[in-house]
């Protein structure tokens, strides 16, 4: 397991190397972006990267958080989600140099994701490709329902409200 500056250092050398095979940029933004991505462990929407890159003052445009995350997405740096649960249909986005493969659950009240690891979806995944004669490569696995969060019920909504 690489410590979390070895994986930045990483990560920055493969988005160099993409951003380059791809003709762009290789602007000092991108790998702020990219260096905020991967101070996090939640799983964030376009948004949210957005905001908190303000937050830094670090200026960077709306359309910069969302062709980097492209990008980034492309060159196997951060994995995309789509949870659709119910009124949440973002796409939602993690880092995903040095993690372990694991299975999301999402609140469909507050929308707010926990993962977990279980050997034994391995064990399911070995044995399913077995039987079916199947090259499994991954697996994505969501189970859907609400958490115990205090605030989960009363967690505010972006919803312009209409009076
Ligand atoms: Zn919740
Ligand atoms: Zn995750």
């Not at 050398?13 to 991108?30: F, H, I, P, Q, Y």
């Not at 499994?136 to 115990?148: D, M, P, W």
Request: aromatic share 8%; proline share 2%; hydrophobic share 30%.
């Amino acid at each position: 397991m690489q410590d979390s500056h070895s994986l930045l250092a990483t990560a920055r050398a493969k988005l160099e190397e993409s951003l380059l095979a791809k003709g762009l940029r290789r602007s000092s933004e991108r790998f702020a972006i990219l260096e905020e991505v991967y101070s996090r462990n939640d799983h964030f929407d376009a948004e949210d990267l957005y905001q908190a890159m303000q937050q830094k003052s670090y200026p960077v445009s709306r359309a910069t958080v969302y062709n980097t995350l492209e990008v980034l997405v492309d060159c196997g740096l951060v994995r995309r989600h789509q949870f659709g649960d119910e009124d949440n249909t973002k796409s939602r986005y993690e880092k995903s140099l040095g993690r372990q493969q694991h299975a999301h659950l999402v609140c469909v009240v507050c929308h707010r994701v926990k993962e977990f690891c279980d050997p034994r979806l391995h064990l399911i995944e070995t044995n399913v490709g077995n039987s079916l004669q199947f090259h499994v490569k991954s697996h994505s696995l969501v189970f859907y329902g609400q958490c115990t969060n205090d605030d989960c019920e009363t967690k505010p909504v972006e919803e312009p409200k209409v009076d």
